[in-house]
């Protein structure tokens, strides 16, 4: 896996502690958080690849275990299109994703669920628009909202939880700017890094997802 991109930050080589406090920093520095951002969190940047491309590795739904976070070890979960991943900020919780792409619209949605792939609540709005038509350069703008579902404040299957787990995702909807982010930063550096090199935008297969876990 071609990850050895200086500036890259990903929890096996940026302590969780360290990102709390980052995230920190970004939320107290740069803008009055909870007068901004109440009920969604919306994001964008410019990355210097094609649209086309762009698109083709967001709507990928295992690429989510490189440049986000914290979402690891994908793995087909009975469908076709449903993936489990392991979400390592909630320790072992696994996290339920299933990708709505949309290659005319350019837009990517991940429908994901914390615990339990029954009923995927947590929507991930994204929409990859060329650089060319807003910008007036190559690349791809990528805009990024999600939306503050009532299932942040309350969990509402906790009988579906990890043992012994005292956190819910629920509970970092204040520094989601902060963390997503970092995250689309990362989106940045490796489909830059991978466009400048003329490498293939979906990298090497090394993130396998054959296994079927139910």
Not at 4 to 20: D, P, S, Y
Not at 32 to 40: A, C, R, S, T, V
Not at 171 to 176: G, S, T, V
Request: with cysteine.
């Amino acid at each position: 896996m071609d990850l050895a991109i200086e500036g890259l930050r990903r929890v096996e080589n940026f302590h969780k502690n360290e990102m709390q406090n980052l995230c920190l920093e970004l939320t107290h520095s740069v803008y009055p958080h909870d007068q901004i951002y109440g009920d969604y969190c919306p994001i964008q940047g410019y990355i210097n690849c094609p649209p086309e491309d762009t698109f083709q590795y967001l709507a990928d739904t295992k690429k989510l275990a490189e440049w986000t976070y914290s979402l690891r070890n994908p793995m087909l979960h009975g469908e076709p299109d449903l993936y489990r991943f392991t979400d390592q900020i909630g320790g072992t919780t696994p996290c339920f994703c299933r990708t709505v792409a949309n290659r005319e619209a350019l837009t990517v949605d991940y429908h994901c669920a914390w615990d339990q792939p029954d009923h995927l609540w947590m929507i991930y709005l994204m929409r990859v628009v060329p650089a060319q038509l807003v910008l007036d350069k190559p690349g791809s703008v990528v805009l990024w909202v999600n939306c503050h579902h009532p299932f942040y404040t309350r969990n509402p299957y906790p009988e579906t939880a990890v043992p012994g787990r005292n956190f819910w995702v629920g509970d970092a909807w204040p520094m989601f700017y902060a963390g997503h982010t970092v995250e689309l930063q990362n989106l940045k550096l490796i489909l830059e890094h991978r466009h400048a090199h003329g490498l293939p935008v979906l990298g090497t297969p090394a993130v396998a997802a054959s296994e079927v876990t139910a």
